[in-house]
């Protein structure tokens, strides 16, 4: 079978996954594009690139049901999207970009695994600053919107109403996807094939358009969450023993 046609079959069943849950699903696109022989600079750009894609849809629905607190989301977008930007600029080695994805991506992993949903803890108000722009950071360096980091630390501090947090959490991808793509366009410019990168954006759109308005297979959010988090917990550990 076709490279791109496997890609595009596992990126709409990742796209269609994330979007129930108001996630981008960058974290599993570079795991999967990890598998491929691709430079790392086009493994970062497809995976915000098809963040955008997916998120943008999300976050039409969730203004249209006003679940959106821009009062207290701009604080963490005004901190992150400048740094997403810097770390999508950031010139960096394919060793060294492995490594640091190799440990987001389990870090990432054990966020989602250990993430019930309980509030647990309470955050001052200047943490959202030090929160957006830490992940900010780390989301343009690598390649994610940064949601499946922003989200548990979100629920945990009793930041909102779980709905809003998920609403929130998909602006904040998209605006970290948007700048950290123009950080490393800046960077090393746009190298990817047209025809190849197009297909990719159907898949996870039309992915994305089902996601919002199914419930895959009547599976709980939180077993999809789980699932996931195993999957990319293993290709994390499969990346750093092969980058370390």
């Not at 269609?16 to 849950?21: D, E, G, L, N, R």
């Not at 950031?90 to 490594?99: A, D």
């Not at 959202?128 to 722009?133: D, E, K």
């Not at 969450?225 to 750093?240: D, E, G, K, N, P």
Request: overall charge positive; some cysteine; hydrophobic content about 55%.
């Amino acid at each position: 079978m076709n490279e791109i046609l496997i890609l595009a079959i596992i990126f709409f069943i990742v796209a269609t996954v994330y979007s129930s849950a108001g996630f981008g699903g960058g974290s599993s696109y570079l795991a999967v594009l990890s598998f491929f022989p691709l430079v790392f600079t086009d493994i970062r750009m497809t995976a915000l690139i098809c963040n955008i894609v997916v998120v943008g849809s999300s976050v039409i629905l969730f203004y249209k049901h006003q679940l959106i607190n821009w009062k207290k989301l701009l604080p963490l977008i005004i901190a992150s999207v400048p740094l997403a930007y810097l770390g999508g600029q950031l010139l960096i080695s394919e060793r060294v970009f492995f490594i640091i994805l190799g440990i987001s991506l389990l870090f990432a992993s054990l966020a989602m695994i250990f993430d019930k949903g309980q509030e647990t803890f309470k955050l001052p108000k200047y943490f959202n600053g030090v929160i957006g722009g830490a992940i900010g950071f780390l989301s343009g360096l690598v390649g994610i919107g940064g949601g499946i980091f922003l989200s548990p630390i979100l629920h945990l501090s009793r930041w909102s109403k779980p709905k809003v947090i998920a609403a929130s959490s998909a602006v904040f991808i998209l605006f970290n996807s948007i700048s950290g793509i123009l950080g490393q366009y800046v960077s090393y410019g746009f190298n990817l094939e047209l025809n190849k990168i197009l297909v990719l954006i159907f898949a996870v759109f039309l992915g994305s358009q089902i996601g919002v308005r199914l419930t895959i297979f009547k599976f709980k959010p939180m077993f999809v969450r789980r699932t996931t988090a195993v999957v990319i917990f293993i290709v994390s550990l499969r990346i750093l023993f092969k980058y370390l």
